[in-house]
Each structure stands twice: as C-alpha cells, then as structure tokens.
C-alpha cells in the first residue's frame, strides 16, 4: 500500500494568513491526488483532485501542486469558514489511502 | 441535489454482525460505483470497499476482507454492507461516498459523501 504522509499535523493561523500543508507519498503517484476538507461533526468535502484542479464551487483561494511524490495543498488568505481538518488522499493504486490529516486551528 | 443517507450503525458485541444501507438519490445511480469509508473516533479516513456500477466488480481493504461484503441494488438505489465477525477496531463512523467518474472505470476518489452512520463493536 502507499502510505501517506501529512505535515504538520496540525497548525495554529490568523485569519488572513497564507497557509500550506505537504503531503508525502512512499511512491510516485503521478498527480492522482486528492484533497478534502472535513469540519467537526461533517463528513469530508472535496477540495482537489488532480493534485491541482479545483473541484467545482471550492473557492479559488484554495490551490494544489506538487509531482512524483511530495504535494502542497495551499490556502492564499485563510479565512473562518476554513478552520478545519484537511485530508490527502492518492487513487494511484489500489487501496486508496489517505493522509493522517492537517487540523487547522484559529491562533 | 446529491443526497446519500446512511442507516444501520448501533452497538454490536465483538463476533457480531450488521449490515449497513445507504440511500442514495439526486443521480443516476446505476451510473456511477459506489464506496464505503469510514473513520475511528477521533482518527483519520480509512478506504474500505468499493462495488462497480453493476455490481459485477468488488474490492476490499486487506483490513476487512472476508469478514465484509459490499452490496448494491440499483432498482431501489441503495448500498450495503455487510459486516460479519466484527472486532473492536472496526468501530467507527462508516460514510457511503460516491466515486467521482461516471461509467466502467472508477477513479477511487469521491465527490458526495453521506453523513456517516456509527458502528460500536463492543461487549
């Protein structure tokens, strides 16, 4: 299986501030990647897929990138709604697998 | 609107069994493979079983195979799973989620998630 791996696992951000999460693959996995957000209590919403393209209706403040193996999802102004827990996923290969998360908290 | 609810979690002593449903409306549900995912209490998301568009191809994480069976029944729109020899650490919230590609190929990422249904494996 390709393991996943998030950092940091979790981060303290102003509203407003520019904020970045990494996510690591053990393998190449050729873009096949995908971001979802998840609020307490709400399941997960996808953000990105394609390691870059936005889904529709996910404000543009949010981007992705990244190749091979290492990625970045990226918010450019944080705003409330955004405080959140931010997942990776790849669907290179069977199982899919995820992230161990992000938790983005109001400093 | 995309709707997916979910239904059947309850408490279940270790060796049990269950079988969870999920009704999906808002698409053309025959056209599209379906997914559970689900997620401990507190921790991350983990992929569990995928079911093609007919039915005909199924997939499981290592973690349930031969205790799980994905089921689909595209006359009533639903999803199923059912889930035998239950252990402890298959407690969590299951979630049926939609794989976003449309037809024979499934891609095994997801557009539309439901809201989860809470499964308690415990004595």
């Known amino acids: 299986d390709i393991q996943m791996t998030q950092s940091p696992s979790s981060l303290s951000a102003s509203v407003g501030d520019r904020v970045t999460i990494t996510c690591r693959a053990s393998q190449g996995i050729s873009n096949s990647l995908a971001w979802y957000q998840q609020k307490p209590g709400k399941a997960p919403k996808l953000l990105l897929y394609?390691?870059?393209r936005l889904e529709s209706g996910v404000p543009s403040r949010f981007s992705g990138s990244g190749s091979g193996t290492d990625y970045t999802l990226t918010i450019s102004s944080l705003q409330p709604e955004d405080f959140a827990t931010y997942y990776c996923q790849q669907y290179y290969s069977t199982p899919p697998t995820f992230g161990q998360g992000t938790k983005v908290e109001i400093k | 609107e995309v709707q997916l609810v979910e239904s059947g979690g309850v408490v279940v002593q270790p060796g049990g069994s269950l079988r969870l449903s999920c009704a999906a409306s808002g698409f053309t549900f025959d056209d599209y493979a379906m997914h559970w995912v689900r997620q401990a209490p507190g921790k991350g998301l983990e992929w569990v079983s995928l079911?093609?568009?007919?039915?005909?191809?199924?997939y499981y994480a290592d973690s349930v195979k031969g205790r799980f069976t994905i089921s689909r029944d595209n006359s009533k729109n639903s999803l199923y799973l059912q889930m035998n020899s239950l252990r402890a650490e298959d407690t969590a919230l299951y979630y049926c989620?939609?794989?976003?590609?449309?037809?024979?190929?499934?891609?095994?990422?997801?557009?539309?998630w439901g809201q989860g249904t809470l499964v308690t494996v415990s004595s």
């Open positions: 079911i093609s568009w007919d039915g005909g191809s199924t």
């Open positions: 989620a939609k794989d976003i590609s449309r037809g024979v190929a499934p891609r095994y990422y997801f557009d539309y």
């Open positions: 394609a390691a870059s």
